[in-house]
């Protein structure tokens, strides 16, 4: 007969005649190692099998069985090919074989189609087990099939973030908890000037200009995980010592359900500029309603103003502006941000543009 060593490799044992043999004890403890195995993986949620020489399934635990919706029993005394596809089963009896004639256990992982159809993959041991009857192949593995899946889910996830980060132009920052900046993307050096190594590390609040009251509130409800994601207008400062008019949208990035850091896209609103504007509420309407067409009398109508009232906001947007007509202070309004370049009919952005 012929035995395996503790390694799972062939040793001979030789009678008197040369030939090879196994003595008593050994069949023994082959039957008890057998044994041994069977209760084992009777309850193991790895599914493991006995089968033999010619592909008949001798025992299954319930997990193996579970793999084909059947009961154990029901798989006992059938062949592969009555279980697998056919496929399948030719691959399986070709394994069977290679274990049988090398007599050395062999680990891999199978890819193979399920009667069902569906692609399934596992990996695990088949090895000889010799029970004084005759050789059979003893097998025992582990579905992998949805951990391969994702796995691959999380290369094609981890794939798609860096092209939204390196390859899209987008401008991206990922900041922790405490307001810091962890990361910057391509885009936001490109928006912002200057490089990564000059935003990465640094507090965000010290690259806001203006009043950020209205930004640190929101701020305080994102990290307490009182809102998942928020919208606000904020005055950056740019590499080249101007600022920009910034939209900000906030999302919140959670770890075991608790927030963890913040994500946050920004989308130019204006063009670079010296000294930040700041406009009343009256003025916001007033310049909404002239973006929107509406003459001088139409708009004092509209906001219940005289028209002495409105000649002074006039007045005082041209002076904020630097623009001395209608379309100027329009156009100006645009594009430092003021009015929402996004929005039909003409709106204020958010603040901080009202004073």
Known sequence: ????NEHGQGQSTADGGGEPTRGAAGQEDAAEAARWFEALASYAPAPAFIRDGQGRYLWVNAAYA????????????????EIDAPDAAAMFRALDREVLSSRRPVRHTLVFRHPDGTPRQVTGHRFVLDLGRGPRVGGIYTDVTDQTRALEDKAATAEELHALWERSGLAIVTLDLQGRVQRVSGGVAELLGGDRASLEGSRAIGHLRGDPRAVRRAWADLVAGKMPRHTCSVVCGTASGQSMALRADLAVVRRHGAPDRISAVLTSRSAE????????????????????GRSNGAVATDLGLSR????????????????????????????????????????????????
């Not at 002495?308 to 904020?320: E, F, I, N, P, T």
């Open 1 to 4: 007969m012929y035995a395996q």
């Open 66 to 81: 579970h793999l084909y919706r059947m009961e154990s029993h029901a798989v006992v005394g059938r062949t592969v090919e």
């Open 273 to 292: 500029f010296g000294t930040i504007v700041q406009v009343s509420p009256v003025q916001l309407r007033v310049l909404s309603l002239m973006a929107g």
């Open 308 to 355: 002495q009232a409105l000649d002074y906001h006039l007045r005082r947007l041209r002076l904020a502006l630097d623009a001395d007509s209608r379309p100027a202070l329009v156009a100006r309004a645009y594009t430092l941000g003021i009015l929402d370049a996004r929005a039909w009919p003409p709106r204020a952005a958010v603040p901080p543009y009202q004073g």
